[in-house]
């Protein structure tokens, strides 16, 4: 079974949002995500990609079905996806909580870097870490195509910029491309119960294994009670 095809049949869709607004602007910084600006949403089931956004009309993936629609039809869409499981990276204390304080949302959560850093404590046998998306994406071959290759991906840095400089389609393909890993690397560590990280004891590649993901339900949480948390 293929990504496309396990995603589909569990309900899964991989996400990610974007907000231009800076958070030096906001007197609490980065304590309330719900204070900052919701620019566009890309969602992901495995074959179809979904943008959300009012800067841009359209954003094309190569060889992905994408649907362009205005922020107008996000919630219609959520509450058409009642029931799924949404899974990000790094989002259970941003992206979840952005989303769903600007719309109401019925299903569950999964934030991917949790499990990973779970499975990188056992590993280590001290703490869990932290890891880069693009660097686990590049490492664990996980191909995506919105971006002809990972190093042409925008940091949050250069996409603020490009933002600024009227390059909304830039930034939102880059998402999108982040999308696509976040699903490949999901469905990897569940189905496969294993991932390459880069050993900080020997700076080489090496493959622990994630049998953490077999109990995927304890990561897994109504994303409304993420938002009650913040």
Not at 1 to 27: C, H, K
Not at 122 to 134: E, F, L, S, T, W
Not at 154 to 179: F, H, K, M, Q, Y
């Amino acid at each position: 079974m293929g990504v496309a095809e396990w995603m589909q049949a569990n309900d899964v869709i991989a996400f990610r949002v974007y907000s231009s607004t800076d958070a030096s602007d906001l007197p609490t910084g980065w304590t309330k995500p719900s204070k900052f600006f919701l620019d566009g949403v890309v969602f992901y089931d495995g074959e179809n990609v979904v943008v959300f956004t009012d800067m841009v009309d359209v954003v094309l993936v190569k060889g992905k079905e994408t649907k362009n629609h205005s922020m107008a039809d996000l919630q219609s869409w959520l509450d058409v996806s009642k029931g799924a499981t949404f899974v990000g990276y790094g989002s259970r204390k941003f992206d979840s909580i952005l989303l769903n304080s600007k719309y109401g949302i019925d299903a569950d959560h999964i934030d991917l870097a949790e499990i990973i850093q779970d499975a990188s404590k056992k590993h280590y046998g001290d703490y869990g870490r932290r890891y880069d998306i693009h660097d686990l994406a590049e490492l664990n071959h996980a191909k995506q195509t919105a971006i002809p290759h990972l190093s042409y991906l925008l940091g949050p840095i250069a996409r603020l910029a490009e933002w600024r400089r009227g390059s909304a389609r830039n930034v939102l393909r880059t998402v999108a491309a982040e999308v696509e890993i976040i699903a490949r690397l999901f469905c990897q560590v569940v189905i496969h119960e294993d991932l390459k990280i880069l050993d900080e004891r020997t700076e080489r590649p090496v493959n622990i294994p994630v049998p953490n993901a077999r109990d995927v339900e304890i990561y897994t949480k109504p994303i409304v009670e993420l938002q009650e948390e913040e």
